[in-house]
């Protein structure tokens, strides 16, 4: 008959089984992953001893469980050099005894089997012990719970060693310490996820409210002065007060001199990032002097002219750990201890350079600043781009371009080229109706098999139209994440645009996230147009929708998204009204169906070949007569 400590034991690991591998779906930390093995382990375990009752069985499962318990504290240290020789004694050891054990060597099991364990258990705590915040990064997880870990995990092999693996009362309690450790280790993870799921709505409401803040300032210093400088200077004061760094500056390609940056605005006290000549070292008051008076070469050996010269941010987390800012470790008014340069872009080209930078030690930027600095560098460029653009319009006294303005500025939010995927092929075709279209795609990779396709068709044209393009373009690439599903990301875009324009600028959109991995897609409907997927293998057209308003209108409203399964050679289509309204000269529609029918009829063939068939078809169909609304879809093929 069963003891009470082992059915307690068993029924205690049965529960832990099933909370790690239903929270292991849900808590995305990998770090956890090796411990949800060790219930498994332990449950193997006593159902084995009640077939095979030897106390080598109890031997081995522990010392797997010291070694995922390592495998634990090494996914935040990373490994050290003596793990390998450690764990191939002790296990060779285990292995041993256990052959002796099978052997019917009976008397030496006991007594050696005390050695292999202990030197795991001594090894785990000691490793553990050494941990801190300064030599391991992320260590504040497992630092919380070190006071409860140490001793639940390390008195069984102190009671083994007295009292070996038995069924006595004594051995059959000695297990639960490291399953009570595992209940409070699990415990600790899922309130830290709550928690941090509460705290990720509370910063993305505030992330949003500073890019608003950041976007309504710059909008107007830029339409009450018209002075390039002055809006510059503002942006990099915007810059360092919303990463809380001790300096910014802008820097932008010389119009005499495209091989150089010329420093335009400095904010707080900026060292820079490359050697200066040591008079300069004495007074700070001389750095910014000294800066805005040299010219940076682009081709120069310096994180500035790197990220003009690669097009690609710089985020150095701590100087003293990346070579590029060898000059700014000493202790003099160069020091840096940490740094980001992201690169401004408009029309596709790189125009100039913000920079923000941390001189406080051990103050370092997170990886929210970086995201944060590389959206205020995106809204800046746009900004300042289309500031460039208003001065040159003031100077000609061409009013009448203000279209063109606008469209300039949509050209410069829609992809210049398609992002580039295995397994997945392009192809958008937009023609506005008169230079500003109200439609708005975007298509972008939000790692490396994940891809969001975005449709929008915003009430209204012109310039105000535009701007709202601006605003959702900024926030869609401040919220989408690998992680964040289509309904959540369109929720968050929807409370961020409510308040901040006009109830006649509503905008209507649908989103869908790609998985290339698993052929997946994942899609939310805001009022827009449904998805269309167009499925060779069946000869059918699939349509997806779901419920939702256009966004901009109720701040509360909660999108809903659907979950479909792609097959190769599927076909995924997003369209603006403007096509199936689109009207020949005796005022006839070309409808849904007639476009189902092109690309029904076209649908093995290559993508391009698709939409050429569609775009031939449709201007066949209306001839000369005038529309009266935008054109745009976008197609997708699966490969």
Sequence with gaps: MLGTGYTLRIFIEIVLLVFSFYWTRRIPDRALRPLLFIPALFLLRDILILFLPWQSINLLVDLLSFLLLVRWIRAYSGPRKADIPVFTVGFTLGLLLAVLEISGIQPLLFFTAVVPLLLLAIYFMVEYSQITIHNTEGAEDIIAIRPVALPLFGLPPLLFSLFGYSTTRVGQYIPLFPLLFLGVLYSYYIHRYLSQQEHNVGALTADIERLFDFMRRVSTVARSELNMDEILQYVAESAMQNTDADGAAILIVDEYDPSSLRVRAVSGFY???????????????AFEEYFRSQ???????????????????????????????????????????????????ASNRVFGVLSVSKRRRNRYFTQNDFTHIQTFADYASLMIDMVYTYLELIEKREMEREVNIAAEIQQKLIPQSMPSMPGVSLNVYSVPLHG?????????????????????????????????????????????????????TITWLNRGLFGRISMDHYATVSYAVYDAQNRTLEYTNAAHH????????????????????????????????????????????????????????????????????????????????????VREDLSSFVGRAKQHDDQTFLLMKVE
């Design 271 to 285: 060292p820079p990032p490359f050697p200066v000549p040591s008079m300069v070292k004495t007074k700070s008051s």
């Design 295 to 345: 010219p940076v070469p682009i081709a120069g050996d310096n994180v500035l002219a790197e990220t003009v010269r690669e097009v690609k941010p710089v985020f150095i987390r701590n100087s003293a750990q990346d070579e590029r800012l060898k000059y700014n470790r000493g202790d003099d008014l160069l020091y840096i201890s940490s740094y980001i340069s992201v690169p401004l872009i």
């Design 436 to 488: 500003v279209s109200g439609d708005y795609y975007d298509i972008f990779a939000l790692n490396e098999h994940k891809l969001g396709l975005f449709m929008c068709d915003v009430a209204g044209k012109g310039v105000p139209a535009a701007l709202i393009m601006v605003m959702i373009h900024s926030i869609l690439h401040l919220i989408a994440t690998p992680q964040r599903d289509p309904a959540v």
């Design 530 to 613: 449904p998805l269309l997927i167009l499925r060779p293998s069946a000869r059918k057209v699939i349509r997806v929708d779901t419920r939702g308003l256009p966004i901009g209108i109720e701040p509360n409203t909660v999108y809903e998204k659907k979950h479909i399964p792609l097959e190769k050679e599927d076909v995924v289509v997003l369209y603006t009204d403007g096509i199936t309204e689109a009207m020949n000269m005796e005022g006839e529609q070309y409808g849904l169906e007639r476009f189902l029918r092109v690309l029904l009829r076209n649908v093995e063939k290559p993508l391009d070949e698709i939409a050429r068939e």
